[in-house]
């Protein structure tokens, strides 16, 4: 697959987060985020409390997700965040809380 001069890639990435993370409006300010940044995909909790995501746009879009991830947005408390980016995109279209 070839890309146009100025296009970027789109990427995909699988997301856990550890910590506190349910039940402090998490997946509501990831979805907010996600948003803004304009990224497809979804986020939910997971029986273990931690949070699992999966977005894609520009590498750049979603490394800037993960840097606020890993700020700990209130009234989140993040103790970890492990990620898998690939090439191959699942089409999402908007980003959901699941």
Known sequence: MTTLPGHKKERHVNIQVFGNVQGVFFR?????????????????????GTVYMEAESQE???????NWLEKSPEPAEVTGVETEYSDQTRGFYGFEIR
């Open 28 to 48: 509501r300010s990831v979805k907010q985020k996600a948003e803004t940044l304009g990224l497809n995909g979804f986020v939910r909790n997971e029986p273990d």
């Open 60 to 66: 750049d879009k979603l490394k800037n997700l993960i």
